[in-house]
């Protein structure tokens, strides 16, 4: 459904696509050199959380040897990780939003700084759950802030493919996990995974130094802060040269007064009392970061080792070598995904992803049922196709959708109850892996993660809207009008009025055909 809405003299206007209020022009705007950097600068914090996912991958089983640990202090270990970061990314919001993105960047840095090093020099069981926590704190920090960071840098009609970039470093920081297990292989057993864990300390050093040399803030937070000449030098930076980016300035405002004309109530109230385009933001936003996660990406990938053992590869190097296999094309396929979020549109995508997860998990699940000899070959195949359709979908687009959805007065807080909720779900999911498999079997588990993916098809076919190519301060009245929001609608309404009023903004007398195109009552 979509709704217009008029000015005192009759003229409509209405949600489209566009950098702006005023764009709608069909011409593809260049990615500027700046917003690249400082894309792939945010992008060095996402190393973090895929080099902890890529080492413990194969440090895991080492750690359990070496400190003699059972099974299920081995599973504890593992999920602790995402247990920890639920607390950091409920803490993300309030730097966020009191003292700006860079400081949230530094705080996540060095929270895993100290838990690295903590981890490489525990002697026991009790140091090492210490040292997890300070890791799990900084990634909850790094995935609240890593995505909204991006899209609030990126012009939107190239978000899609820059917001994906998180992903694409996640996978980068996984590879280079796996390659340590490759370059510490013939070290003795207990000092490997030390040398593994301590070397994860080079990229939050980076970030740090990136941060503090490169890195400029968000340009929506200086708006939001009244610091509109910082916020418009920062934002010609990320355009190109001659474009004007006063209406941009312009449209972060009326979105930011927008949400307080619709919401007098601030704070949390704000998302525990929503309104109905509020609330479909938090239910699209929240569930898609859930259904990456309950589709068993982190748990398959923090125990593929114990999946290829299963399977009937026993030899260590022959594990190692399928572990760097399969992170490559994880990788590979992010980046050719992020290429088609931007071109045909984030439904799409989903669906192909989910489709391809599904046939995936059940190929996997059958070799698990006969013999596993000649399993081998197919459980390889099944888990390289599982990793290469879930990067084609499911894994960028589940921060791309949050990052882009919520509303500009609640962007911060909605990334972390959408990171709460998904290392909720993590933790669930890595900590109970060996003891499901084993419980329902093999076979049966991969079987329930496919039917788990089909249902996540279902949510996604009726609860997601197409966002491809609308800006950031474009989504509350997009969202207003699939859900007929009258509050919101109604501050839009008397924001027009204003900016008339004004005379600040040229008046559009004849919009683009109508579209309803991933719209939704």
């Known amino acids: ?91 993300a919001h309030w730097i966020c939003d009191k003292y ?21 020099l525990a002697g026991g069981y009790t140091v090492l759950m210490i040292g997890r926590v300070f890791v799990g704190l900084g990634v909850g920090f790094g995935l609240a802030i890593d995505p909204l960071y991006i899209a609030e840098v990126s012009p939107a009609a190239h978000r899609g493919e820059m917001v994906t970039w998180s992903e694409m470093a996640l996978n980068l920081g996984i590879v280079l996990g796996f390659f340590s297990g490759i370059v510490f292989y013939g070290v003795e ?23 503090r040399t490169v890195m400029p803030e968000s340009p929506r937070w200086l708006v939001d802060q009244g610091r509109d000449d910082e916020a418009k030098t920062i934002l010609r930076t990320i355009y190109p040269e001659g474009f004007n980016v006063d209406p941009v300035v312009s ?62 590869i026993e030899s260590d190097k022959g594990r190692l070598g399928v572990l760097m296999m399969l992170g490559v094309l994880k990788l590979t396929f992010i980046f050719i995904g992020g290429k088609l979020f931007d071109r045909k549109g984030r439904r799409p995508m989903f669906f192909v992803s989910l489709a391809g997860l599904v046939g ?42 949050p990052s882009e959805v919520f509303a500009s007065s609640i962007r911060a807080k909605s990334m972390s109850v959408a990171t709460f909720f998904n290392r909720i779900t993590a933790t669930l999911m890595a900590s109970t892996f060996l003891t499901t498999a084993n419980a329902i079997g093999w076979a049966g588990f991969f079987i329930m993660l496919a039917a788990i993916a089909a249902l996540v098809a279902a949510f996604i076919f009726f609860f997601l809207p197409e966002t491809k190519g609308r800006s950031l301060e474009d989504m509350s009245i997009y969202f207003a009008e699939i859900t007929n929001d009258s509050s919101l609608l109604d ?17 559009i007398s004849a919009l683009p055909p109508d579209s309803t195109e991933g719209q939704m009552t």
């Open 1 to 91: 459904m979509s709704t217009n809405l008029s000015s005192p003299d009759g003229k409509i206007y209405k949600s489209h696509e566009g950098e702006h209020h005023g764009d709608f022009s069909d011409a593809s705007l260049k990615i500027t050199k700046s917003t690249y950097i400082y894309a792939i600068c945010a992008a060095v914090n996402s190393c973090n959380l895929g080099y902890d996912v890529g080492v413990n991958t194969h440090a895991g089983g080492l750690i359990q040897s070496d400190l003699g640990l059972t099974e299920v202090q081995r599973e504890l270990f593992v999920g602790s990780l995402n247990f920890w970061s639920i607390f950091g990314s409920l803490f």
């Open 100 to 120: 700006g993105r860079r400081l949230s960047f530094r705080v996540a840095a060095i929270s895993f700084i100290i838990g690295l090093v903590i981890m490489s």
């Open 189 to 211: 057993d207990s000092l490997t995974w030390r040398l593994m864990f301590i070397s994860g300390a080079i990229l939050p050093i980076v970030m740090i130094i990136l941060v």
């Open 251 to 312: 449209d972060i405002k009326e979105a930011l007064e927008r949400e307080r004309i619709a919401e007098q109530a601030m704070g949390w109230n704000v998302i525990l009392f929503p309104t109905p385009a509020i609330r479909r933001m938090l239910i699209v936003g929240v569930g898609i970061a859930v259904a990456q996660q309950a589709v068993g990406i982190d748990a398959i990938q923090y125990y593929l080792i114990d999946v290829l053992e299963q399977s009937g």
């Open 360 to 401: 995936a998990l059940i190929m996997i699940s059958f070799t698990f049922l006969g013999d596993q000899n000649k399993g081998t070959n197919f459980t390889v195949i099944g888990l390289a196709l599982y990793m290469c359709f879930f990067s084609l979908g499911m894994g960028p687009g589940a921060w791309l959708i």
């Open 491 to 507: 501050a839009e309404a008397k924001i027009i009025q204003e900016r008339e009023a004004k005379g600040n903004v040229e008046m």
